[in-house]
């Protein structure tokens, strides 16, 4: 008992020390995309034709994660998505998505920040007990006007497995009526109106959000590109990452996955220089065109966050 008590500390500190000198190499490797292309170019694998299979030598090594999606999860959202009609597509430039199943306190704001801010257009996946929520608020009168297209998903809450279960279906992306860029928000996100960064400057991106806290994700791969919460995507790059690789066990988040196979499919993904000044997470590196989970900076740079972008407090 005495001999655990004293190897315990001394092992947490081996872990941190093995751990951080890792995430310290990352930064100087090529990202796992770039890795895979240059084993699939050396036995001369078509990028057009690929498929799970040829990849497996990735996925295979992939750590588990508790929230990623599962067989139950995507059982769950092929039911709820079966029998939604599939709306007539629109040719806006780019379009916001999210999606929200809780009467959310920030919910309102957020959707009327990304429209004022942006000009554009926004689809809302909703859920059972939040329509009247939703119809009650300005939300309404931006339906009304053909601003905001509401989805109903039925189905009361959302869990983090569902969440990106939902994402990785094809189902969900063929009833996105935006066919351009996307970019997915959520109601931890906002749009700073001080800075001087416009839409304009990343919508070239076919994937950029927040910067990861580490280029080292959990389930080991090398990402650049970025976190989920407020991101742009390529739609036709998105849905074909579905299409052809979300019929393996992916281990990670939806946004791990687009980060991923977007690269993979010659996308252009955002690297750190482009992500922090796109959005803020967990450092604040740039005065960003938009932040999300700004909760995750320690007290003295959020202060000074809050200081630059006023409107992140609605969000807290």
């Not at 092929?78 to 809780?102: F, Y």
């Not at 009467?103 to 309102?108: F, K, T």
């Not at 959520?186 to 839409?199: E, F, K, M, P, R």
């Not at 977007?262 to 690297?271: D, F, P």
Request: with cysteine.
């Amino acid at each position: 008992m005495i001999l655990i008590k004293i190897i315990k500390p001394i092992y947490w500190q081996w872990l941190r020390t093995y751990t951080s000198i890792q995430q310290f190499i990352a930064n100087f490797r090529p990202s796992s995309a770039t890795v895979a292309l240059k084993y699939l170019s050396k036995n001369k694998l078509d990028i057009a034709q690929i498929s799970v299979n040829d990849i497996d030598f990735i996925y295979k090594n992939l750590k588990s994660w508790t929230d990623s999606s599962s067989v139950t999860g995507k059982k769950v959202i092929t039911n709820i998505l079966e029998p939604l009609k599939k709306s007539a597509s629109v040719d806006d430039d780019c379009m916001g998505v999210i999606v929200e199943t809780r009467s959310h306190s920030a919910l309102e704001f957020v959707v009327c920040n990304f429209i004022e801010q942006t000009g554009k257009r926004v689809q809302l996946f909703h859920g059972k007990e939040n329509t009247a929520f939703i119809l009650n608020s300005k939300i309404g009168d931006l339906v009304k006007n053909g601003v905001v297209f509401l989805v109903k998903l039925d189905i009361d809450s959302l869990n983090a497995n569902l969440y990106n279960s939902l994402f990785l279906s094809e189902s969900f992306w063929r009833l996105i009526v935006a066919r351009n860029k996307v970019i997915v928000f959520q109601t931890d996100s906002v749009i700073c109106n001080a800075s001087s960064y416009q839409l304009s400057d990343f919508i070239h991106f076919d994937y950029i959000g927040a910067w990861w806290h580490n280029r080292l994700i959990p389930n080991g791969l090398i990402l650049d590109g970025g976190v989920g919460g407020f991101s742009i995507r390529n739609y036709e790059l998105s849905i074909e990452s579905v299409r052809r690789f979300s019929n393996h066990n992916w281990q990670g988040g939806e946004d791990d996955f687009f980060a991923f196979h977007i690269e993979l499919l010659g996308g252009k993904v955002g690297k750190k220089s482009d992500c922090i000044k796109f959005c803020t997470q967990n450092e604040f590196l740039s005065e960003s065109y938009s932040a999300h989970q700004v909760n995750n900076l320690n007290p003295e740079t959020l202060e000074q966050f809050l200081r630059y972008c006023p409107d992140a407090e609605k969000i807290l």
